[in-house]
């Protein structure tokens, strides 16, 4: 016990390379599929070489880590990872498998208070914990909390046979304590479940270089909404049974002056914190719906969602004036969805449910967004008269490997068809997550498996492009 150390991995130390090539097709797999729909372009210009070019980068990055062990005589990874782990052989096999994987520097702890006090001492936090939960002494748990607390650790993945309940648990605690959590890998570990955490790392890192940090201030946004700057990008919506488009979301990008895109995150919480939410929902409604009469007159009819600002609950001649915005622009009412974060409506329940009942009475839809995060789910499904649900991806991802996770999907599912309600699943990127809905009977994905948001004069091709997983 209580056993520290540094390991330094050279290539061929451990011998035998069917793990690396394991992990090198197991990466490359993974890296082509984020990287095909990637959403973190910066330039307008530019933003299809990017995005087609960024497999290959991304692919090769990892290539140059996982071939090592094969001796093809590619640089080794910087990558610096710690495994915590009490059972000698199973630390040892972890130590193997991150060789196997071109991982340059490991470190190694056979507890929660030895790795603490490796932890203090270096110079900088390892990218990587690999941590075991059941320990003697200090548990993963407790072990976890002080990384957190004093940030000893960029990212953490659990390795456990422990209960899935309880490593979800874990990995929500770390969550809330601010951790990038790779998530989960049952034991025994092996070379790919342990490259799909290296996997998700080299991802988040890989979208970190390219997102550059931006100020923004509420100036910058009056003006960019007053200039037209801030456009709808759409998201396509697809029928789980024949694969068909059937709709769309249309999700707010800034194009600067200068080509360059700006993601929502960078300037969404600016316009809330400035009072300019009314201003881009309408901006929003006005140009998808000159989008979506191009495409009803060139015969693509697509139904449209548009994210609802707060203010629009507050507003008793919404419901006209928007009913009046859409017609003018040749729109049909009964075509647009407005989404409506749940936790919007009981801020002002009276006013609110006065409103989205008008607005459903002028023929909009009304989405209930992210279902299942905020407090008054079920009882705002009583009240107001939503026609679709929306099931937050916080619940879809994994869901299929997370009996919890998807006993809260098939819930969801089995009470909205029972409310009459649509449903449309948010956060679709791989064919499990695809398979497990459509069996579970959802009405349509939403999702980097069928698309990131395009801009307007891409969607045709890019619906084209779509093919229903088998």
């Given at each position: 016990?209580?056993?520290?150390?540094?390991?330094?991995?050279?290539?061929?130390?451990?011998?035998?390379?069917?793990?690396?090539?394991?992990?090198?097709?197991?990466?490359?797999?993974?890296?082509?599929?984020?990287?095909?729909?990637?959403?973190?372009?910066?330039?307008?210009?530019?933003?299809?070489?990017?995005?087609?070019?960024?497999?290959?980068?991304?692919?090769?990055?990892?290539?140059?880590?996982?071939?090592?062990?094969?001796?093809?005589?590619?640089?080794?990874?910087?990558?610096?990872?710690?495994?915590?782990?009490?059972?000698?052989?199973?630390?040892?096999?972890?130590?193997?498998?991150?060789?196997?994987?071109?991982?340059?520097?490991?470190?190694?702890?056979?507890?929660?208070?030895?790795?603490?006090?490796?932890?203090?001492?270096?110079?900088?936090?390892?990218?990587?914990?690999?941590?075991?939960?059941?320990?003697?002494?200090?548990?993963?748990?407790?072990?976890?909390?002080?990384?957190?607390?004093?940030?000893?650790?960029?990212?953490?993945?659990?390795?456990?046979?422990?209960?899935?309940?309880?490593?979800?648990?874990?990995?929500?605690?770390?969550?809330?304590?601010?951790?990038?959590?790779?998530?989960?890998?049952?034991?025994?570990?092996?070379?790919?479940?342990?490259?799909?955490?290296?996997?998700?790392?080299?991802?988040?890192?890989?979208?970190?270089?390219?997102?550059?940090?931006?100020?923004?201030?509420?100036?910058?946004?009056?003006?960019?909404?007053?200039?037209?700057?801030?456009?709808?990008?759409?998201?396509?919506?697809?029928?789980?049974?024949?694969?068909?488009?059937?709709?769309?979301?249309?999700?707010?990008?800034?194009?600067?002056?200068?080509?360059?895109?700006?993601?929502?995150r960078h300037f969404i919480p600016v316009i809330e914190r400035h009072g300019l939410a009314e201003a881009l929902t309408e901006a929003m409604l006005v140009q998808?719906?000159?989008?979506?009469?191009?495409?009803?007159?060139?015969?693509?009819?697509?139904?449209?969602?548009?994210?609802?600002?707060?203010?629009?609950?507050?507003?008793?001649?919404?419901?006209?004036?928007?009913?009046?915005?859409?017609?003018?622009?040749?729109?049909?009412?009964?075509?647009?969805?407005?989404?409506?974060?749940?936790?919007?409506?009981?801020?002002?329940?009276?006013?609110?449910?006065?409103?989205?009942?008008?607005?459903?009475?002028?023929?909009?839809?009304?989405?209930?967004?992210?279902?299942?995060?905020?407090?008054?789910?079920?009882?705002?499904?009583?009240?107001?008269?939503?026609?679709?649900?929306?099931?937050?991806?916080?619940?879809?991802?994994?869901?299929?490997?997370?009996?919890?996770?998807?006993?809260?999907?098939?819930?969801?599912?089995?009470?909205?068809?029972?409310?009459?309600?649509?449903?449309?699943?948010?956060?679709?990127?791989?064919?499990?997550?695809?398979?497990?809905?459509?069996?579970?009977?959802?009405?349509?994905?939403?999702?980097?498996?069928?698309?990131?948001?395009?801009?307007?004069?891409?969607?045709?091709?890019?619906?084209?492009?779509?093919?229903?997983?088998?």
């Open positions: 016990m209580g056993e520290v150390g540094v390991r330094r991995s050279r290539r061929g130390e451990f011998g035998g390379a069917g793990h690396g090539g394991s992990c090198l097709r197991l990466a490359a797999t993974r890296m082509r599929t984020r990287a095909r729909f990637s959403d973190a372009n910066s330039n307008a210009r530019t933003q299809n070489a990017r995005a087609a070019s960024r497999a290959p980068r991304r692919r090769s990055r990892l290539a140059l880590r996982a071939c090592e062990s094969s001796g093809e005589g590619m640089a080794l990874s910087a990558l610096r990872v710690l495994v915590v782990e009490d059972h000698g052989f199973q630390r040892r096999v972890a130590l193997r498998l991150l060789a196997e994987c071109g991982i340059e520097g490991v470190l190694e702890a056979a507890d929660g208070t030895s790795a603490l006090a490796l932890l203090e001492r270096q110079a900088q936090p390892p990218d990587v914990v690999l941590v075991d939960l059941d320990m003697p002494g200090m548990d993963g748990i407790e072990f976890i909390g002080h990384v957190a607390q004093r940030r000893l650790a960029r990212a953490v993945a659990l390795v456990s046979a422990l209960d899935p309940a309880l490593l979800n648990t874990v990995q929500t605690m770390a969550r809330a304590y601010g951790l990038f959590v790779l998530g989960s890998v049952e034991k025994p570990l092996t070379g790919d479940k342990l490259q799909a955490v290296l996997a998700k790392y080299e991802e988040r890192q890989a979208e970190a270089g390219e997102d550059e940090a931006i100020e923004v201030s509420g100036e910058d946004m009056r003006a960019a909404l007053a200039a037209g700057e801030v456009v709808p990008w759409f998201q396509p919506q697809v029928e789980f049974g024949n694969g068909k488009a059937i709709g769309i979301e249309a999700l707010a990008r800034w194009r600067r002056a200068d080509g360059h895109v700006v993601l929502p998808a719906c000159q989008w979506k009469r191009q495409w009803d007159d060139a015969g693509m009819r697509l139904r449209l969602s548009v994210n609802v600002s707060p203010a629009t609950l507050h507003d008793p001649a919404a419901a006209d004036h928007y009913q009046r915005l859409v017609q003018e622009l040749g729109v049909d009412p009964a075509d647009v969805v407005l989404e409506i974060t749940e936790s919007l409506v009981m801020a002002d329940a009276a006013r609110g449910l006065g409103v989205l009942a008008r607005l459903r009475l002028k023929g909009f839809g009304l989405s209930i967004d992210d279902f299942g995060t905020g407090y008054s789910s079920l009882a705002q499904l009583s009240q107001v008269p939503f026609t679709e649900l929306k099931i937050d991806q916080g619940f879809v991802t994994d869901a299929h490997a997370q009996p919890r996770k998807r006993a809260v999907v098939e819930a969801s599912l089995d009470l909205a068809r029972k409310l009459g309600l649509e449903t449309v699943a948010e956060g679709v990127e791989t064919t499990d997550d695809w398979q497990m809905l459509a069996a579970l009977g959802c009405d349509a994905a939403q999702g980097f498996l069928v698309s990131p948001a395009v801009p307007g004069e891409e969607l045709v091709a890019t619906i084209g492009r779509w093919r229903r997983p088998n």
